[in-house]
DNA sequence: TTAAAGTTTCAGTAATTTCTGAAACTTTAA
DNA sequence: TTAAAGTTTCAGAAATTACTGAAACTTTAA
């Protein structure tokens, strides 16, 4: 690896753990992003000096991810791994892999406990709350699925918009009222 | 704590690490919301079980991500613990906190590394994914900075619009090109 | 069908993170 | 000014998470 490329994988592997993976999979991911031709099981290991065990343990938790491809070298039995799709692809992935671990569990959870009955007046105070909560994690998972939707133009336009948003909304509104 | 309260401070204290935060950090911040009434750092360590210094420690990060307000009751010197903010304040806060430990390091490291020459092939192509990455982050980071400052009604709007964003984002457009 | 090449699993070890509890420090009513 | 009440800090213990390396398993060319 070269100094660029050992400062990046470095730092994905450090910022892995941030970002809902460890950090070996954080280099991993890293190193594949940086090579340009895919790498077999044991080049990510020799680069990364990480046990071949664990090289296969990432791998695994990158194709959950949908994360990696995987290619073949004609007369060689050794699978060989790259980075799948573009940048774009992948900071989807991630939002998606994240909203499904960090928000889902607790939307199912709130939804049963405002289904229990509330024998005092600190558990009503406490359902509100709960409800609130509810609420905004399931209007921000919603617009997140949806956004997710959008072809990745529209939301660029979106995106660079930013605040200006706001008044193509106007206009928006002002269409629907006439 | 009565059952529901319990099952939603300990829901809170497991996916704190996904969120950013610790356990017990979780633990105070989800008693602190459905309590009614503030409560002394002492309440929090008897309801939870956790030990005075590890409140303290919990208090002190719930303050530096400002998602508790203290009062005071007269002629008594305790400090009193509340959660700050509506439910919106929390979400605003808790993305903005991870924006910068999840984003801002990243951004900055790739920026030096684009800086730096690329002696190979390698480096070139590598430099070339760095600066899609960056260009990506930096675009996200700016969006998301804007749209916190949106007026939550605005924000309520666009969110609740969800795919019928592109309609309006088409009618923004034959405006402009008009 | 065999054996070479590759992949996966898993028990034990290492590293990291979190928590405790005692001691030090701070504040204020008397 | 004192001491009681409250708060903070921090070194070490406990719990959690990640990693290694060896062994088991799988695949396929010959």
Request: charged share 25%; net charge positive; aromatic share 6%.
């Amino acid at each position: 690896m070269t100094p660029i490329v050992e400062s990046f994988v470095m730092h994905f592997g450090e910022m892995g753990s941030r970002w809902g993976f460890n950090r070996t999979v954080g280099q991993i991911y890293a190193l594949l992003v940086v090579s340009k031709k895919p790498l077999s099981a044991n080049d990510i290991g020799d680069s990364l000096n990480i046990s071949r065990g664990n090289v296969s343990m990432g791998l695994k938790e990158l194709q959950s991810w949908r994360l990696v491809q995987t290619s073949h070298i004609p007369g060689d039995r050794k699978d060989y791994y790259g980075a799948a799709g573009t940048i774009w692809d992948m900071a989807n992935r991630v939002l998606e892999e994240r909203r499904k671990r960090e928000m889902d569990p607790t939307l199912s959870l709130l939804r049963n406990l405002m289904l229990e009955k509330a024998n005092t007046d600190g558990d009503k105070y406490a359902q509100s709350q709960l409800s609130e909560i509810h609420n905004l994690l399931e209007q921000i998972e919603k617009w997140s699925t949806e956004l997710q939707k959008l072809k990745p133009e529209t939301l660029q336009t979106l995106m660079k918009l930013g605040n200006g948003v706001s008044k193509v909304l106007e206009i928006g509104q002002r269409r629907k009222s006439n």
